[in-house]
Each structure stands twice: as structure tokens, then as C-alpha cells.
């Protein structure tokens, strides 16, 4: 039986470099995508996802089971630095309005319904966002993996703030339930 | 009862969209202890990583791999204590540990963190001192190569050789000599002066020698010596360098190590 993540970090916790091969080989190719989706650059998104994984190593010890699943504890950390990242990179070229709006235009297309139908029809899982309602859909998209707030998402939908919020709790329920009932 | 707006507000905290007066709101909300928000946010939390994960995966570069446990092969592996174990067992000596802790925590870390800031302070110190110290021997060599330099500069200024006698042939000095101000010895290649014994430097100008100081030389046979401008000027002949009594004596009683001429 596979040994569980958990305890995979409990391993590395006690210092254990085998058990972080393990880890990574098991967590590194969930976060990964993640990563690349929210930088774009594949250089940018190799250092970003080996600074998260570094941090793993080094904060393996805070970790605990009962407060989320090493999946979880990864996939937010991940987004965090990957945002942490762009955030850093539009801060150098605010000037630089097209850039910008180009990063979230290609984030934006990159989940299109047909891309989703392409991939679907090529026999790839479909993923749980693109199963959302395409307005829903984007709140998540402008959200975690754009790094927009919810107050510059309502600039750039030009939606009243409460809608927004309320888009983004109905998502979120969404993505719940599509994830239960998934297989 | 509701709990609006924090489970709106919880919704876009997990997206990372929160931002603004709605945000240190929740914060402030959060860190009073909501164990409702709390629960919104790890499950939340999940459902975001099983969005993720519903993704297809895809395998990084291999560079990141080799690149990450190159890293951590050369760090060493952070020194933490054995996990505890998750039974009554950890729960009970864990009490166990608080009381005990609690009763000699105090004692202890008075006791130790005293010695070690008692030792830290007097490390301090003694570091202090030597820096006082290295400093005053620099200002000293400072002051001398600048009189040294001073002197070389003005025309009337003399250098004469020292020459080594009998047992210290091997031995050589320079005296820098101006007629008004005086000058420096400096000497090398001489055996430290025996205990209770000293150097001594002579003038010689028309009569019996002069006593112009008493010195020593380190480890390495080095020595330098200030000499005072002679009364009256009068021109020096020969100048001498006599082993002596380290206090330094009216006449030259020892055997001569080093001579002018």
C-alpha cells in the first residue's frame, strides 16, 4: 500500500529526503499544471514550484493532518507563491496596461467550452471548472487564477460588487458538488 | 441565526479575492475564533484542490527535481523532534509535561539564558576591549609612520646604519635623525633582550655618551624607538645601542650590539 501524504510529511518532518522524492513525485504533477496556468512561463513556473516545494521541506514539522489534506496544504501554497509571482511581475510593468489585460485574456481563453469539448472528445478528463456555468466560471478564473480581487473583478465584468460576491459563493458551492459527484 | 456576510466573505477570503475593509473585517472576524468560517475555509480549501487535481497532471521539468534535491542534500535536514505519537499516551504526557514544565520552566530558562547572556555579556566585553586595544596599537603605528614620514620629508633629515657587533652581526638599524626634532630607531635581526634586561640607545656627540631611551624588540627581533631632540642641537657623532638593565642606565655598562660607523 501506498504510504499516504500525510504521512510522507511527517517523514520529511523528521528529515527524511526520501520520503520528499516520494512527496513531490506524487504532489508535483497536480501543482505543476496550477502553476503554469497562473505565470505562463514555463521557466517562471519550474522556480515557482520549486520554491513551494523547498517550503514543504523546510515547514513539513507545521503541518497538520487534521487541519486539510497534504493536497490541499500544496495546491494553496502553490497559488499563493503563483500569484505572489504575477503580482511581483505586474507591479515591474504597471505602465504597461496591454500586458495585463493580454495575461487574463489568455487565461480566460485558455478553458473556452470548445477547448473543454476538445479535450473531452480526445478521451481527457474534463475538469471540474469547466463543468461550472460559464459566468460562475469566470469569477474563478479572474479570482484564482488571475489574482484579481473581488472589487477588480466587478470593474472588469462591470457587474455590481454584490453580484460578484454572490457569483463567487455559488461557485464555490458548485465546484463542492461537482467534485461529489464526480467520479 | 445568520452568519452573513462572513460566508460571502469566507467564499472570496478562499478565492484570495477578498480584499479592501471587507477583508481586515473577516481577519479580524476570523482571528476572534469562528470555528464556522474556519471549516468554510478548509473545506473550501479542499474543493479548490480537488478543482486542481480534476485537471490533467503534468510532469515538470526534470531540471526542478534534480535542482530541488541538490538543495535539500546539502542542507542539513532541519532538526526537529520525533512527531508525536496520536494516543491518549502523547494527551497524558503531555499534561504530564505542561505541569512540569510549568514548575521548572521558570527556574531553567532563568538559569540557563543567565549563564548564557552572563557569558555573551562577558564575550562582549573582552571583544570590546581587544578592539580598544587593537585600535590604540594602530593609532600608536599611525603616529609613528607619520613622524617617520614627516622627517623622511625634510631635507635636514639623516639616515644613518646601524651595524651589528660581535655576537649580533646578523643584526641591522637605521636611525632617522633630524639635528632639531630628534628621530626614530628602528632595528631588526636582534635577539630579545634577556629578562630583566633591555636595550638601551646612545648619543654620542663631543663628550661621554648619552642615555636617549630604553627599548625592545618582538618576537620577530624588531624594534622601534622614539629619540628626543638633543639639548642645544649639538650634532651626534655616533650613535649606539648597549644591552642593559631594563630600566635603563646614566653610562653604558653592557656589551654593545649596535654602532654607527
Known amino acids: ?183 | 441565526m445568520t452568519h452573513e456576510p462572513y460566508d460571502t466573505q469566507a467564499a472570496s477570503y478562499a478565492l484570495g479575492a477578498l480584499d479592501g475593509e471587507e477583508r481586515t473585517e473577516f481577519e479580524r472576524h476570523l482571528a476572534g475564533g469562528c470555528a464556522v468560517c474556519e471549516a468554510a475555509l478548509r473545506a473550501s480549501a479542499e474543493t479548490l484542490a480537488a478543482m486542481v487535481r480534476s485537471g490533467p497532471p503534468m510532469v515538470p521539468p526534470p531540471e526542478a527535481k534534480e535542482a530541488l534535491l541538490r538543495r535539500i542534500a546539502t542542507t542539513t535536514p532541519p532538526q526537529r523532534a520525533a512527531a508525536p505519537p496520536r494516543t491518549l499516551v502523547w494527551a497524558v504526557g503531555m499534561l504530564v509535561a505542561m505541569i512540569a514544565a510549568a514548575a521548572f520552566t521558570g527556574a531553567f530558562v532563568a538559569a540557563r539564558y543567565e549563564g548564557r547572556l552572563g557569558q555573551m555579556a562577558r564575550e562582549a566585553a573582552a571583544l570590546r576591549e581587544r578592539v580598544q586595544r587593537d585600535e590604540a596599537a594602530l593609532r600608536q603605528q599611525i603616529a609613528l609612520y607619520r613622524s617617520v614620514v614627516d622627517l623622511l620629508r625634510d631635507p635636514q633629515t639623516r639616515i644613518v646604519t646601524l651595524h651589528g657587533l660581535g655576537a649580533n652581526s646578523q643584526a641591522t638599524g637605521r636611525i632617522i635623525w633630524h639635528p632639531v626634532n630628534g628621530g626614530h630607531v628602528l632595528v631588526a635581526n636582534l635577539p630579545s633582550a634577556p629578562a630583566g634586561k633591555a636595550y638601551e640607545l646612545w648619543t654620542i656627540a663631543d663628550a661621554a655618551p648619552q642615555p636617549v631611551g630604553v627599548f625592545q624588540v618582538d618576537a620577530s627581533g624588531r624594534g622601534t624607538h622614539r629619540i628626543p631632540p638633543l639639548e642645544g642641537g649639538k650634532p651626534v657623532k655616533v650613535f649606539a645601542v648597549t644591552l642593559e638593565p631594563e630600566d635603563g642606565v646614566p653610562e653604558p655598562t653592557g656589551p654593545m650590539v649596535l654602532a654607527s660607523k
Open chain 1, 1 to 183: 500500500m501506498a504510504t499516504s501524504g500525510a504521512e510522507l510529511v511527517r517523514q520529511m518532518a523528521a528529515g527524511d529526503r526520501e520520503a520528499f522524492a516520494l512527496f513531490y513525485d506524487r504532489y508535483a504533477p497536480v501543482v505543476f499544471p496550477l502553476i503554469l496556468r497562473i505565470v505562463r512561463e514555463r521557466a517562471d513556473a519550474s522556480d515557482v514550484l520549486q520554491e513551494v516545494f523547498w517550503e514543504a521541506w523546510r515547514t513539513a514539522d507545521a503541518y497538520d493532518p487534521t487541519r486539510g489534506s497534504p493536497e490541499a496544504w500544496m495546491v494553496t501554497r502553490a497559488r499563493t507563491r503563483a500569484i505572489d509571482r504575477i503580482r511581483s511581475t505586474r507591479r515591474r510593468s504597471e505602465m504597461f496596461v496591454a500586458p495585463l489585460d493580454e495575461a487574463i485574456a489568455a487565461t480566460l481563453e485558455q478553458p473556452a467550452p470548445d477547448a473543454a469539448e476538445r479535450a473531452e472528445n480526445r478521451g481527457t478528463i474534463r475538469s471540474a471548472l469547466d463543468r461550472l456555468p460559464g459566468a460562475q466560471r469566470e469569477v474563478i478564473e479572474l479570482a484564482y487564477y488571475a489574482g484579481l480581487t473581488q472589487t477588480e473583478i466587478a470593474e472588469r465584468l462591470k457587474q455590481p460588487l454584490g453580484t460578484v460576491k454572490t457569483r463567487i459563493r455559488l461557485a464555490l458551492e458548485r465546484l463542492r458538488d461537482v467534485g461529489r459527484t464526480s467520479p
